[in-house]
């Protein structure tokens, strides 16, 4: 089982890698900033459908309202001219709006409650939005460096400097020993130009007799 689990494990750091490798952090801001967008425009789209089914209702409440002050006036009307049953009639009908107006009024509050948490939701993902741009501007820039300091960490790995090194340290060497090879030279030079000096200035005794007795005999010859 353990190396089962390792084998596992290694695969799966091979495939974040290669994901990682993949994944371009501009391009993956862009993307969340088209999905931000869309769903800002399914909440526009969400808040008009809000604000509609709103003004519907209102208009229904305002046609309630007005039939039920008709149906007062007509109540009002058969009374003054006697007729109970039309009277009865207005009156029921106008209580029955009433009771209808009353839940319309109810309906309309939930449904303005409801519309101004989709408005507040709806300023909330634009302030989160423009947030986001204001962020991605930031990282973008921080990617850019990075990866440019990326792009110089290579460059410099590249140049394999420990290779260079004992290059130069070679070419140090060299020079070293060629350095010591002329001065070794200079020191053997001298004593032997010391030599040469020497046997230079050296007279045998026999040139020296032979010079003694020339010189007696032109001596001998001069008297």
Not at 125 to 143: D, F, G, P, V
Not at 160 to 170: F, L, N, S, W
């Amino acid at each position: 089982m353990g190396i089962f689990k390792r084998l596992k494990t290694i695969t799966m750091a091979e495939i974040n890698g290669l994901l990682d490798g993949i994944e371009d952090p501009i391009a993956m801001l862009n993307e969340y900033s088209r999905e931000m967008e869309q769903e800002i425009v399914k909440g526009q789209k969400s808040l008009a459908r809000q604000i509609f089914v709103e003004k519907k209702q209102a208009a229904l409440i305002s046609e309630t309202k007005a039939l039920v002050d008709k149906r007062t006036r007509q109540a009002k009307l058969a009374i003054e001219q006697g007729d109970e049953a039309m009277a009865k009639l207005a009156v029921q009908e106008k209580l029955n709006h009433d009771r209808q107006l009353q839940l319309y009024e109810e309906q309309y509050e939930s449904i303005k409650g409801q519309t101004q948490i989709l408005i507040e939701k709806l300023d909330e993902l634009k302030e989160t939005y423009n947030q986001m741009q204001q962020k991605k501007i930031l990282l973008a820039s921080r990617a850019n460096v990075a990866q440019s300091m990326k792009q110089i960490q290579k460059a410099t790995v590249s140049f394999q400097t420990d290779d260079i090194a004992r290059g130069v340290a070679r070419a140090e060497e060299r020079i070293l020993m060629m350095e010591a090879v002329v001065q070794a030279g200079t020191q053997f030079a001298t004593p032997l130009a010391q030599f040469e000096a020497a046997n230079s200035s050296f007279v045998s005794d026999e040139e020296l007799n032979k010079e003694i007795e020339k010189l007696k005999y032109e001596k001998v010859a001069v008297l």
